[in-house]
């Protein structure tokens, strides 16, 4: 078995990427895109497309000129908006990935909606023939992604026009020379490598015989040509993948079986479970154990595999958390109660709720807390008469975010629109909706009371919120009205509506901006610390994010939600599920495996390095049909304990499981093993067999060199000989029957088979 | 081991399914009905045979319910809050979320209308609903270590599903009941080809075979618009759930079609609210309805709106949901009696009506009067139309999925008597699968699969995966690619120890022995003169009569071919070499025959395997007489 990580990913939104190899196959975990990378890019320039204002008549191509001309040697000054990348934006995907053979990658395992966004790549390369598993939900997710980001790109190719070389300029070194320092790390990063990892949005090489380019004349065409093109290269990745529902059970190549379990992080997302004859193996990903809108993280159901690969790299570890760990171990006074039907009830009760205790503490309280304390926010804002600003990032995060304020304006009696501007609004909203299967207990009490499942339902319903597509739809604007609260796409703050309202508003102090901040980012600062978020604090790539909008004089509220376990749940976690071997990532070497006492070996990993792992040494299980064990023939050998007995019979592998059955008669039957003896030959009891069926023979020593040799001398009825060493017997005479004799009294002195 | 299924309900008879099955320790019981025809003690399955002591904690590993129709569901709240079942319980979500309305609207319809005493409260059915596990489709659920079941789509309702259960290496389903062709809401019966021993399957249609249902579904349309065209009130008595959003989705999207105006009422909230439950379980409809669900959810009706009682006198024509169906009481009958006495309404009614319905009367024959008690009589005038589409497979689909499942043994439930026999004639005959109809309360007892376990070594495993082609020649020259591998290895046993399976080669270092090769030789005198003079030193040079030989030899023995090695010649493990010791330890004296200087003696080694091949060559070499020209 060996690991190869790929990338150890960016929080949340871009999910750790690895290889693993399996029995001789190859897994490949996830296959996520860097888009928070996407800060690189300058948003489509001011004034062109402010819809909402009326459109400017600036020209792109003369814009671009223009800044043909100017250098950029801007390097050691302070970034500004200048500085970006002017060009349709590129999509970074996992630069190593790039450095493997893809044909040899045999199943694709996506854990999140997020896994799945650079899929399209990987499913056009030639070659590439790997099983894509993914659950329905987490599928249905991600295609809406997917879809989103082709429908925002377009106002990209709109603006620049097509590209006269599927290399764009800005991927020039000459040009990647003079980029800001900040900038070029993201755009090649620290080893200059990175910079493979680019690629234009799933973009036209699968070649549609119907639509030829060059046939296509005014820029225009082009670019819904090739909008369809990359929706033809979407489409064309999501029939590939092969979709699962919970827990359901899938065999690949007869040996391996797969299983996904919910994780918690998102709906649909989930940790896979790979059991072969010989290995089995968890690939734990994020999880969140209690959470309030995806179904809770199922970790009952990887007990009893022998390898867990640890890849949940939001814990980012540092002094505060090993306080807080503390603290959080010393609180554990409180003790929930826990249905009975969770357990197995094996005896070792009383250890599993030592466990359960420790594992469930309650992850969403402080969660919530986060999610009242920004709704208040927002609901201050448009008191104030500002608007609020939501970009669409987590589903979770969207979904309550809209209960709690409807909720808030409810209760205040407020009459503030609600809208979700997004091309994959409605879908998205309605999905939420008809999945109870991937939603937490307390949403599926919900589905038994007949009440939807979101708050959205009802919102809608009762014309609070209302989904639009896109910021240029009539209907928007004639209901339009602010102060207002949008959700809107996209995160990265460089695609989609919600650039063009952050310009609308960005200069208005009474409106507000909630950033989602990835964790690995700002430390664990944010998170660990409920006050911490409270303040408007800045890190670093939020700066570069807003920097297309500077100056800004719109409020600023950044938070981050939890995007994986707590530090203090993975010991128990791990001492529950007992494996035998645990890979985790190098920079948690502190905090694992450091009690001596636990009979599991941790293994430390690290990003691009190859990791072999050394064989668990396990014999894989047979089953032997019963009608083929029935026929056996049993010998008992000298050690009288032992019985054997030769096997024969057509070996099928069906589930993992490896069975012996009978076959087909007559090709077995024209295969017999050779004979084989061992052990040496008593010489008294050879004599006394031959004698009892009637043949006469008499020992005579001969002393070969160093090696003592017995000649058995027979004379009736026939003449024979046998020589007999430690080794080897050879018997010779002329008389057939005689020597089948012979032969019968050795094999009844020696061991054989 | 044996799987032993009793049966306690549905056996020979439609109703109270509940069918208790035994594998290896385990013990399941599927379903949990209730017997809409009885009134007394025989309503719900003897549940004392399943335990004497009524200890059903212990004698039971779990239930599963497949649908949430009364006669599979009914009696689960008296079992588990009266009988007192504590353990485990299955069924799907939407199973789960619906469940509960029947059983509640089945309470009401009891103690409310019909004043009887109550089986189980509202409280109980909530409390025995909270005990319940749902299960999403093909998600395979650990019951306990050795207990594994996964539900498989199967149409006929939404949520109902097929039940696969595993215990060790025995396998079963129970089907529960199933559709094997889409519908308006709902897909076909899908399963995995398992490998099983025992199939229990429903056998409703068991001699039916149906043709399409569109013309049937045509023909329930035309009769709708012509009632209502001549201004006629339509009145169709159904149950809240299944058959009234097939038929609603039917009609709303006919009125959309047709551009029709008239109004459809659903006549209690019961509908309406089941109307949202489908819209949130949308996932487990057909593949059409779910792919418009975002734009426009098929139970968001258009056209439907909620009935007032005030509108059953309102004048102008009118489509009417009414509960409960068959006519039994309720809603559907007050309206009845106003609208059987004219001729422009029409009453549809089900397939199916249990007898002493109203609408079983109505079905048989075409009654002019009906007396609903003792005080009322109605006038019947209106017209009639009997659907005729079902949500049970037909006689074809319960073969289909025989076929496609090819179990051990069948069980056959949940039919009638005669026809299930009919349909197990069929099942032994036309796939030679042993098929059983036992009735309620009987026990059927068919054998286990069982397989030893053994731990395998690699280089077994290993070897045993090779692939071994053989090229098998065909008369007419051509040949085939076969792959013949057999697997071959040695079971070893230990006292106290697992068996194991190892390759050949391993074995001795196993059980700790030294190999012992025994082997057979024979100097074998060959008759060889020669015409020609020919030098000592030639004759003595192994070749030469080596060569000879192998050129007769090779003339005799047709079938096998021999090697020439040079020094040997090699067949098998059969060595033939040129000996030129007169005092070869192998060689017998008397066996020399003739002229002794025209003999020349060939040293044979072999092994016993090939004990018969050699001895069959020495032969013929004995008999060679080679004479050199």
Known sequence: ????????????????????????????????????????????????????????????????????????????????????????????????????????????????????????????????????????????????????????????????????????????????????????????????????????????????????????????????????????????????????????????????????????????????????????????????????????????????????????????????????????????????????????????????????????????????????????????????????????????????????????????????????????????????????????????????????????????????????????????????????????????????????????????????????????????????????????????????????????????????????????????????????????????????????????????????????????????????????AAQLNWTKLTDENIHIARLKGELSVENGIHRLLPGNEQIVASHSGLLMHWGSVNLQSLVASLQNMGINAHVEEETNGTETEYGVHIVGPNRALININATRTVISTGDEKLASLIFEAITNSLDSI | MAIETLVLGAGQEVGKSCVVVSINGKRIMFDCGMHMGHQDHLRYPDFSLISKSGDFNNALSCIIITHFHLDHIGALPYFTEVCGYNGPIYMTYPTKALGPLMLEDYRKVMVDRRGEEEQFSSENILQCMRKVTAVDLKQTVQVDKDLQIRAYYAGHVIGAAMFYAKVGDTAMVYTGDYNMTPDRHLGAAQIDRLRLDLLITESTYATTVRDSKYAREREFLKAVHKCIANGGKVLIPTFALGRAQELCILLDDYWERMNLKVPIYFSAGLTIQANMYYKMLINWTSQKVKDTYATRNAFEFKNVRNFDRSLINAPGPCVLFATPGMISGGFSLQVFKQWAPYEENLVTLPGYCVAGTIGNRLMSGKPTKIDVDENTVIDVRCQIHQLSFSPHTDAKGIMDLVKFLSPKHVILVHGEKPKMESLKGRIQSELGIQCYDPQNNDMVSIPSTHYVKADASNAFIGSSSTPNFKFPKIRGGNSELGDERVAEGVLIMEKSEKAKVVHQDELLEMVGGMKHEVQFAYCCPVQMSYTERISDSELSSRNFGLHKLLAKLSTELTEDSIQDCGEHLQLESLYISFCSRDNCAYRATEDCIGDKSATTYFCCTWLAADEKLAWEVISIMKKLHVIDT
């Open chain 1, 1 to 628: 078995m060996k690991l190869t990580c790929l990338s150890k990913g960016g929080g949340y939104h871009c999910p750790p990427c690895h290889i693993v190899s399996v029995g001789g196959l190859q897994f490949l975990l996830d296959c996520p895109l860097d888009l928070l990378a996407l800060t690189i890019f300058s948003p489509i320039p001011t004034g062109s497309n402010a819809v909402l204002d009326g459109d400017s008549d600036c020209s792109p191509r003369t814009f671009l000129d223009s800044e043909d001309g100017r250098k950029r040697q801007k390097m050691d000054k302070t970034l500004d908006a200048d500085d970006l990348i002017r060009s349709e934006p590129c999509y970074k995907t996992v630069t190593n990935l790039h450095l493997w053979d893809l044909s040899f990658i045999d199943v694709v395992l996506i854990s999140t909606p997020m896994g799945m966004l650079g899929l399209p790549f990987l499913t056009r390369t030639k070659g590439f023939s790997a099983k894509i598993y993914a659950t329905d939900a987490a599928a249905r997710l991600g295609q809406l992604m997917m879809e989103d980001l082709i429908s925002m790109n377009v106002d990209f190719r709109q603006f620049y026009g097509p590209e006269e070389s599927s290399f764009p300029k800005w991927m020039k070194w000459e040009e990647l020379e003079v980029l800001p320092s900040a900038l070029k790390e993201i755009a090649v990063g620290k080893d200059g490598s990175e910079i493979a990892g680019w690629m234009p949005l799933y973009s036209h090489l699968t070649e549609d015989p119907h639509l030829h380019m060059s046939h296509l004349t005014d820029a225009y065409t082009v670019c819904r040509a090739r909008v369809l093109l990359s929706a033809a290269d979407m489409k064309d990745c999501m029939q590939k993948v092969q979709t699962l529902k919970y827990a359901e059970e899938t065999c690949y190549n007869g040996a391996f079986i797969l299983k996904a379990f919910s994780s918690g992080l998102e709906i649909g997302a989930c940790n896979w479970t790979i059991r072969g004859p010989k290995n089995s193996v968890v690939c734990l990903s994020s999880s969140i154990f209690v959470t309030s809108h995806a179904m809770n993280f199922d970790y009952h159901a990887l007990q009893g595999y022998d390898l867990i690969l640890f890849s949940d790299f939001s814990l980012d570890v540092n002094e505060d958390t090993e306080n807080r760990v503390m603290t959080a171990a010393n609180n554990l006074s409180s003790v929930s109660v826990f249905p009975s039907n969770y357990l197995y009830s094996d005896g070792s009760d009383t250890q599993h709720i030592i466990t359960e205790s420790l594992l469930n503490t309650d992850d969403s309280f402080e969660e919530m807390e986060k999610l009242a304390f920004i709704s208040s926010c927002i609901i201050d804002s448009v008191k104030a008469g500002g608007s609020a600003l939501i970009p669409i990032g987590r589903l979770g995060i969207v979904l309550q975010l809209l209960e709690y304020i409807s909720c808030a304006l409810e209760s205040l009696n407020l009459k503030v629109p609600i809208f979700v501007i997004s091309s994959v609004a409605e879908e998205l909203l309605a999905f939420s909706n008809v999945i109870p299967e991937w939603l937490c207990k307390q949403r599926q009490e919900k589905l038994y009371s007949g009440e939807p499942l979101f708050g959205h339902v009802d919102l809608i319903k009762g014309k609070k919120l209302h989904l639009f597509p896109a910021l240029h739809t009539e209907t928007l604007l004639k209901i339009w009205q602010e102060p207002c609260i949008v959700f809107s796409s996209h995160w990265s703050l460089r695609l989609g509506p919600c650039v063009h309202l952050l310009r609308r508003w960005c200069g208005d102090p009474n409106s507000l901006l909630v950033m989602e901040i990835s964790v690995i980012q700002l430390g664990m600062l944010l998170v660990t610390n409920n006050m911490a978020m409270y303040n408007l604090q800045k890190g670093v790539d939020a700066d570069l994010a807003l920097l297309p909008f500077k100056p800004m004089a719109m409020k600023i509220l950044q938070c981050s939600f939890l995007s994986g376990m707590k530090l203090e749940k993975v010991q128990p976690l791990l001492k529950m599920l007992h494996p035998k071997v645990v890979l985790f990532p190098e920079n948690l070497r502190q905090h694992f495996g450091g009690s001596s006492t636990s009979s599991i070996s941790f293994i430390q990993y690290s990003e691009n390095e190859t990791l072999r792992i050394p064989r668990l040494n396990l014999s894989p299980e047979l089953d032997i049909s019963t009608d083929l």
